[in-house]
């Protein structure tokens, strides 16, 4: 922890109270925590519905994030440094790089921008067009979901195409539950505002939002990489019977030891399956109970 940071509050894009990490500089607020060890740094700027990158610090005069345009920088924020300290936390480890690298967003990109991602070095969200999407930083499980790109990418550097592109995304969804364990849906804090109770896409039930849930109803398509968030409805459905047979504080320990010590950038959704093995032997034994949960979990799905 450094002097030099300060504490503001905001509200967040359901309205909701945040305490904030911020800085003082010169009669101006930023926000920017160093409150993290290591001095590692969250930081969060606006792009003021251009695409330039890395855009402006987010500022303030009062360190009152109240204004409703600063609803989503307020989320960016505070879900980016809830993201840290969960990885931190649960898995000592110390941002994405492991290494106290600078944690990164920028809000309001682009117009009516029905989309986040990270670009490799910092993650971006749109504002979405207010139908389809409200701002996307507005969700916890998406912030999780884009960090944990990074962290793949930095770990098990999964190609973002086919069946290893599709575990890409399975992981960023099932870290996007475990960071927002309420319930096994993405997105639904901020997809279709004007609609309750529908989501992206749904780790319990992945065909309600046309994804397959058995490796019999795989999609060979060339779009979306070779359909990356589609197919990742398979080891999305392999998760949630995992979670639902050996719960959550397990699952995420056999979860981040495979990405992190046995997945590869081309391993395919059989190869997921005999490292999430490996890690839960490794952690709990090979003829635990725990082990034969992750081996049914998978023999559900027809991956073997
Ligand atoms: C749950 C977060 C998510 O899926 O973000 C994306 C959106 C909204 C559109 C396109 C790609 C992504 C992504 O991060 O994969
Ligand atoms: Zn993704």
Request: negative net charge; glycine residues 10%.
């Amino acid at each position: 922890v450094t002097d030099a940071g300060t504490t503001g509050y905001g509200y967040g894009l359901l309205d909701d109270y945040k305490s904030l990490n911020t800085y003082y500089s010169n009669g101006t607020y930023y926000l920017y925590d160093v409150t993290k060890p290591m001095n590692g740094v969250i930081e969060t700027r606006t792009a003021n519905n251009g695409s330039s990158l890395p855009g402006n610090y987010s500022v303030d005069s009062n360190n009152a994030w109240t204004a409703y345009s600063q609803a989503a920088d307020v989320d960016a924020h505070a879900y980016a440094g809830k993201v840290y300290d969960y990885y931190k936390n649960t898995h000592n480890r110390n941002s994405f790089d492991n290494n106290g690298a600078t944690i990164r967003s920028t809000v309001h990109y682009g117009s009516n921008y029905n989309n986040a991602f990270w670009n490799g070095s910092q993650m971006v969200y749109g504002d979405g067009d207010g139908s389809t999407f409200t701002s996307l930083s507005g969700a916890l499980d998406v912030v999780a979901h884009e960090l944990t790109h990074a962290v793949t990418e930095r770990t098990a550097g999964l190609q973002y195409q086919y069946q290893s592109g599709a575990l890409n995304e399975s992981f960023s969804d099932v870290f996007g539950y475990f960071l927002d364990s309420g319930d096994y849906l993405m997105g639904e804090d901020v997809y279709t505002p004007g609609v309750s109770g529908d989501a992206l896409r749904s780790l319990s039930n992945p065909p309600q939002y046309g994804q397959p849930a058995h490796m019999n109803d795989y999609i060979n398509t060339s779009s979306d990489n070779g359909g990356v968030h589609t197919n990742s409805g398979i080891p999305n459905k392999a998760a949630y019977n995992t979670i639902q047979s050996i719960g959550k504080a397990k699952a995420e320990k056999i979860y981040y030891r495979a990405l992190t010590v046995y997945l590869t950038p081309t391993s395919n959704f059989s190869y997921a399956r005999a490292a999430l093995l490996q890690s839960a032997a490794d952690l709990y034994g090979s003829g635990s109970s725990t082990y034969n949960s992750v081996k049914a979990a998978w023999d559900a799905v027809g991956v073997y």
